[in-house]
């Protein structure tokens, strides 16, 4: 279950070694404020679309099917990628700025694809502009955490073969506000061409604007029966 307002207050000189009040409010209002946008995804999130992916199964040793969905809260003005593991349900949390970055990312990453392809060879390079700081919010068996600091995600473009050139998005491990030996870190999520085009479709100003309008005429219809 989600804690109160109260409990983060209370746990912040325990989490962090603060010695002064200054940072004590720092790290508290950041703590709040990202338990307030969690709390409200439920009833606030509008889902931007679903992206088709892959990541690497250990125990059949190959890549499989993995999809993750790209969301947004109007309200906070910020996007999300939602993506699931066997015990986690995480939201990475995206600026609207970082997000018009990712559109060049991956503009990057196709022209590198076809350059590769072109030239009949093989590469492995983190992408220009590709790397994030990010704030995350997990649930795990019902309750939830925060991260205690950013978490670095990654885009790279990763050659399986000469012809086969894929886009990565990888993150660094991050510890829980409430304990650190509480963790977690995103799946791999390796896509090809075509998913790479999906998400650049799904995360693109007409895409947004779109769902947009759709989430507000439902809304303004919801408000007549008030």
């Given at each position: 279950m989600c804690k109160s307002v109260g409990f983060y207050i209370w746990m912040c000189p325990?989490?962090?070694?603060?010695?002064?009040?200054f940072k004590l409010m720092k790290h508290a209002i950041t703590i709040l404020a990202l338990m307030i946008s969690t709390v409200s995804f439920a009833q606030d999130e509008l889902v931007l679309g679903q992206v088709t992916a892959l990541e690497w199964n250990e125990v059949f040793n190959q890549l499989t099917d993995k999809s993750f969905l790209v969301k947004y809260n109007p309200k906070e003005s910020k996007y999300y990628i939602?993506?699931?593991?066997?015990?986690?349900?995480?939201?990475?949390?995206?600026?609207?700025k970082e997000l018009e970055s990712m559109r060049t990312v991956i503009d990057k990453y196709q022209e590198w694809n076809n350059i590769a392809i072109e030239n009949n060879t093989k590469i492995e390079k983190d992408i220009p502009g590709g790397q994030y700081r990010c704030n995350v919010s997990w649930n795990a068996a019902d309750n939830w955490y925060f991260s205690s600091g950013f978490m670095n995600v990654n885009f790279k473009i990763f050659s399986q073969s000469t012809k086969r050139h894929q886009m990565l998005i990888s993150s660094s491990k991050v510890s829980?506000?409430?304990?650190?030996?509480i963790d977690f870190k995103m799946p791999t999520l390796y896509l090809d061409l075509s998913h790479a085009e999906e998400l650049k479709q799904i995360i693109s100003q007409e895409n947004i604007e779109a769902k947009l309008s759709a989430y507000n005429k439902e809304k303004a219809n919801e408000d007549l029966f008030k």
């Open positions: 325990r989490i962090f070694p603060i010695k002064s009040k939602k993506v699931d593991d066997w015990m986690n349900k995480a939201w990475i949390h995206f600026s609207q829980s506000t409430e304990n650190e030996y």
